[in-house]
């Protein structure tokens, strides 16, 4: 394609207008980069001031967090277990249930059916996560209570399913994208050499949307880690190490929470950890997406 300028622009006819617009989107750009810049030098300053009364190798490596009750201490780890309990356990439900409802709605779900279930996912994103914490407090933990009596109001697993029925929308929708996206040529080529729907399904389909499939699954254990209301309602805000999914944990969302609805006063060590907790959280998502983003890149050429 030639490199001459076409626009109207170009010519002069309708220059000022673009000119004008042009400046207006780049205002909105500059506008998300800097919000995201003031975040990340608020969370630093903050931080700066906590870590130079708390030694950082204290902070990642401690395993009991109490920065408001005495004694007072600042491990960070319990509220880094409890946030990959919920995580973790939120995958288990999510991927699976999500990438089957993707193939379903791609390669087996009609016309008319999928125009219907996809909308109705959709909107189920768009729930409150408040509300689906009601629905855990009030649905979720009475059933598992049901089964293990021994479960108290709060417990780690209600936490983890709520969560992951939150999320499957994100990666049945995402992942239903990616591979709507595959040329419909690879699917007759394989129907052609006698393939069935389900081979279809797994072995061309799947592999040729892995980039977008993996990018939802990162995408939406990200949504995962930095959920908080939900987590707040449903798990507790007890900071402990525990293995049984029946006992109150603590993520860092949910001490966020409790930090802004305290009366701790502002300046004290209590308030300024809210900064290296936030900070610490802020690094696990940015992980998270820069390893979204590489796997899209790497499978995309891949397959390119």
């Known amino acids: 394609m030639s490199g001459t300028d076409l626009t109207r622009s170009a010519t002069g006819v309708g220059g000022r207008t673009d000119a004008v617009v042009r400046y207006v989107f780049f205002a909105c750009a500059a506008l998300s980069v800097l919000t995201t810049v003031g975040i990340i030098v608020v969370l630093l300053e903050g931080s700066v001031e906590f870590f130079r009364t708390v030694s950082v190798i204290g902070f990642l490596t401690g395993t009991t967090w109490s920065p408001l009750i005495e004694p007072r201490s600042y491990g960070v780890l319990p509220l880094v277990w409890g946030t990959l309990v919920i995580t973790v356990g939120s995958a288990l439900i999510a991927i699976p249930v999500g990438t089957a409802t993707a193939i379903y709605l791609s390669e087996y779900a009609d016309p008319d059916v999928r125009s219907v279930v996809k909308p109705v996912l959709e909107i189920l994103a768009g729930i409150p996560t408040i509300v689906y914490g009601f629905f855990a407090l009030s649905f979720i933990t009475p059933q598992i209570q049901r089964v293990f009596p021994e479960t108290g109001t709060f417990n780690a697993a209600a936490g983890a399913i709520v969560v992951g029925i939150m999320i499957v929308p994100m990666v049945s929708s995402l992942s239903e994208d990616a591979m709507h996206a595959v040329p419909d040529e690879l699917r007759e080529g394989a129907y052609g050499l006698g393939a069935t729907r389900y081979e279809v ?104």
């Open 201 to 304: 399904s797994t072995d061309v389909v799947i592999p040729a949307a892995a980039s977008g499939i993996l990018a939802s699954y990162v995408l939406a254990l990200s949504r995962a880690i930095g959920e908080t209301m939900a987590v707040t309602l449903a798990a507790g805000m007890a900071p402990q190490f525990t293995t049984s999914p029946l006992e109150p944990i603590q993520t860092m969302t949910a001490y966020m929470v409790q930090i802004g609805i305290s009366d701790v006063s502002v300046g004290s060590i209590g308030y300024q950890s809210l900064f290296a907790v936030g900070l610490t959280l802020f690094l696990m998502t940015l992980s998270m997406n820069l390893a979204s983003m590489w796997i899209r890149s790497r499978y995309r050429e891949e397959y390119r």
